[in-house]
């Protein structure tokens, strides 16, 4: 039996042992563009998925007679090295989940493929939700994003490039609109230019040596459009590890697009750790996000 015969008998394997929890949609059922066919098997590792190769959505479901038809498509983050789940999805999902959101937590591919391939993946997870809404109990016309770090970046470009020609497979899915209803981004990487980019991000997305036009490409500060969906921003000025000039560089270009966007800069708060109550009211943040998915309606019911 080959390596790939191994990984893909592996993977069914946790596909049925994740649907016993939670349903698991694979992203690509006709083939994954692509695909390294002896790329080594996904796994985890300190409690984090590395090795994705064959792309998929895990559904979370709020408690029954709650949804509110809103759905979010989680973005992990992890540098595009490495996915930070956490059990049942993580706190954000059970954050959500009480707010009546359904959640997808979206394992795209990373370092092993790189750009495009992240790209696609969350492209097609939109195609994917917005097609089989009534399937999923959700409104095609509620499909957001949550993205934090590396997935703040996975979503930004989903929201400024859903309709871009190498964000498409040429399947049939392709035909349905790609471009996200809102999304909130937690101290996410924006730019791939110096001197404000997250150096390993840069190397894992677009490689050691990246061509300048690429790296322009997916600075997505100079991506903003006007017919953006509306932004929700949150960091922290203590970022250590992504500094906050991607948030306030991304907002600028935002605000002079007249796209929609919150913004909440904090002065404590260490990366991937804001929910800390150590950090004041930086771990307030879920409580503003939430009042404004409200304020802009995607938190009442049908």
Same mark, same amino acid.
């Given at each position: 039996?080959?390596r790939?015969?191994i990984?893909? !008998? *592996?993977?069914?394997?946790?596909? +049925?042992?994740?649907? !016993?929890?939670?349903?698991?949609?694979?992203?690509?059922?006709?083939?994954?563009?692509? =695909?390294?066919?002896?790329?080594?098997? /996904?796994?985890?590792?300190?409690?984090?998925?590395?090795g994705?190769h064959?792309p998929? !959505?895990?559904?979370?479901?709020?408690?029954?007679?709650t949804?509110n038809?809103? +759905?979010?498509?989680?973005?992990?983050g992890?540098?595009?090295?490495?996915?930070?789940? %956490?059990?049942?999805?993580?706190?954000d999902?059970k954050?959500?989940?009480?707010?009546?959101?359904?959640?997808?937590? =979206?394992?795209?591919?990373?370092? /092993?493929?790189?750009?495009?391939?992240?790209?696609?993946?969350?492209l097609? +997870?939109?195609?994917?939700?917005r097609?089989?809404a009534?399937e999923f109990g959700?409104? +095609?016309?509620?499909?957001?994003?949550?993205?934090?770090?590396?997935?703040?970046? *996975?979503a930004?470009t989903?929201?400024?490039?859903?309709?871009?020609p190498e %964000?498409?497979?040429?399947?049939p899915?392709?035909?349905?609109?790609?471009?996200?209803?809102?999304?909130? *981004?937690?101290?996410?990487?924006?730019?791939?230019e110096?001197?404000y980019?997250?150096?390993?991000?840069?190397?894992?997305?677009l490689?050691s040596?990246?061509?300048?036009a690429l790296?322009? =490409? !997916?600075?997505? /500060?100079k991506?903003?459009?006007?017919?953006?969906?509306?932004?929700?921003?949150v960091?922290?000025?203590?970022?250590?590890?992504?500094?906050?000039e991607?948030?306030?560089?991304?907002?600028?270009?935002?605000?002079?697009?007249?796209?929609?966007?919150?913004?909440?800069?904090?002065?404590r708060?260490?990366?991937g750790a804001?929910?800390d109550?150590?950090? %004041?009211?930086?771990?307030?943040?879920p409580?503003?996000a939430a009042?404004? *998915?409200?304020?802009n309606?995607?938190?009442?019911?049908?």
């Amino acid at each position: 039996m080959t390596r790939s015969c191994i990984a893909a !008998l *592996l993977f069914a394997s946790a596909l +049925a042992a994740c649907t !016993l929890r939670a349903q698991v949609i694979p992203l690509g059922p006709e083939g994954v563009p692509g =695909l390294k066919p002896d790329a080594a098997v /996904e796994r985890l590792v300190d409690g984090r998925v590395v090795g994705v190769h064959y792309p998929t !959505l895990t559904v979370y479901r709020p408690e029954p007679g709650t949804a509110n038809g809103t +759905a979010v498509i989680m973005c992990p983050g992890g540098g595009y090295v490495r996915l930070s789940i %956490g059990e049942n999805g993580g706190a954000d999902t059970k954050w959500l989940n009480g707010l009546g959101v359904t959640v997808f937590v =979206l394992r795209y591919r990373m370092v /092993e493929y790189g750009h495009p391939a992240p790209m696609l993946d969350v492209l097609r +997870a939109i195609r994917i939700v917005r097609s089989r809404a009534a399937e999923f109990g959700v409104r +095609a016309d509620r499909v957001g994003l949550l993205g934090g770090s590396a997935g703040g970046h *996975l979503a930004a470009t989903a929201s400024t490039m859903w309709d871009a020609p190498e %964000g498409k497979t040429g399947a049939p899915i392709d035909t349905v609109n790609a471009r996200p209803n809102f999304a909130m *981004l937690i101290y996410p990487v924006v730019t791939m230019e110096d001197p404000y980019v997250h150096a390993g991000s840069r190397r894992a997305l677009l490689g050691s040596t990246p061509d300048s036009a690429l790296v322009r =490409l !997916l600075s997505i /500060e100079k991506r903003v459009r006007k017919d953006m969906p509306p932004i929700f921003l949150v960091a922290t000025m203590a970022d250590q590890s992504v500094p906050v000039e991607n948030s306030l560089q991304f907002y600028k270009a935002l605000r002079g697009a007249g796209v929609p966007t919150e913004m909440h800069i904090y002065a404590r708060g260490a990366h991937g750790a804001s929910r800390d109550k150590q950090y %004041g009211t930086t771990a307030l943040w879920p409580a503003r996000a939430a009042e404004w *998915l409200a304020a802009n309606g995607w938190l009442s019911k049908p």
